[in-house]
């Protein structure tokens, strides 16, 4: 599976997760401590970055998990003191 198709179903599995669910209310903590319910815009533009953050690390690991793995290093023959080479 190449890099693009797997973004794609990292993409679509995580918009269904997202909408399977019910989320928090919108809420966010302002410069003297209180908390305000309902933060609009600023509450959804964080969330789609950490969401894309989150998307793009999935898509990262699980194609270094998908490549192949490096052939291994071929060790030299060892010759013994009875065996001829030709």
């Keep these: 599976m190449d890099k693009d198709k797997l973004a ?3 993409a679509a599995k995580m918009e269904a997760a997202f ?3 019910e989320h928090p209310k919108k809420f966010f903590i302002t410069e003297n401590g209180r908390g305000v319910v ?3 815009d600023l509450y959804n533009a964080v969330l ?3 969401l ?5 690390a999935l898509v990262d690991i699980l194609d270094s998990l998908m490549a192949p793995a490096p052939a291994p290093a071929k060790t030299p023959e ?3 003191k009875t065996s001829t080479r030709k």
């Design 8 to 10: 794609k179903l990292v």
């Design 19 to 21: 909408n399977a669910g």
């Design 38 to 40: 309902d933060g609009g």
């Design 48 to 50: 789609k970055d950490v």
């Design 52 to 56: 894309g953050v989150v998307s793009v």
């Design 78 to 80: 060892k010759v013994s």
